[in-house]
């Protein structure tokens, strides 16, 4: 890994924080060459403190370490991004990342579509709701419609119509969100139970 020291005062070049599971920023740190070769031989990140005038292994003192996952640099050579698993919060304030934000997984337009079948299924005023009738109706209907549309997608499956594929998968998914829900989870809680299944390695 070639790294651009020089290019910065005191030889320290930033370096971005990102959690390697869920991808959320966590912190911006700087880092100079004993830095980087501390961090790569210890497994923990380690900064230069421009407070403290020296290494800094992040959690020295709280306990709330960085594990090393990979290190990369951008097109310039100048910037390092760390992908890392964090041990607790990594803001020195308490919270999962130094902007205040919850350092939870995002999974894009998913998440947004969680929200909104949360939105329905607890507005008062959603009487025309499609979501809303299904909870109204319980959990068994929610069950029933998540095997109907499981059944559709094997029949699917087994035909040559793409789009027809697609579309009820779709509606799968979309079933079994919403069937996540009224069981009282989300799609955060089967991501966990994957990942309690498989094994990493510190470079994947």
């Not at 951008?74 to 304030?93: F, M, S």
């Not at 079994?176 to 069981?183: N, R, S």
């Amino acid at each position: 890994m070639k790294i651009n020291y020089s290019k910065y005062p005191n030889n320290l070049v930033p370096a971005v924080i990102q959690d390697s599971m869920t991808k959320n920023v966590l912190m911006l740190g700087f880092m100079n060459e004993e830095a980087v070769n501390k961090t790569e031989k210890t497994g923990k990140i380690t900064f230069f403190s421009r407070n403290k005038n020296r290494l800094w292994t992040k959690g020295e003192e709280t306990g709330n370490y960085l594990n090393l996952v990979s290190m990369k640099v951008d097109c310039d050579n100048d910037t390092i991004l760390v992908q890392a698993n964090p041990e607790g919060p990594t803001c020195h304030e308490g919270t999962d990342t130094c902007w205040g934000e919850k350092n939870v997984p995002n999974f894009g337009f998913l998440s947004y579509l969680e929200h909104v079948i949360e939105d329905r299924r607890y507005d008062g005023e959603q009487e025309k709701s499609y979501v809303a009738s299904l909870f109204r109706k319980g959990i068994n209907k929610i069950a029933q419609k998540v095997g109907e549309e499981a059944v559709e997608v094997v029949i699917e499956a087994k035909d040559d119509d793409d789009l027809a594929f697609l579309n009820e998968s779709a509606d799968l998914l979309f079933h079994l969100m919403v069937l996540l829900q009224a069981k009282g989870f989300h799609i955060r809680d089967v991501e966990r139970t994957l990942k309690s299944r498989h094994k990493f390695d510190r470079n994947e």
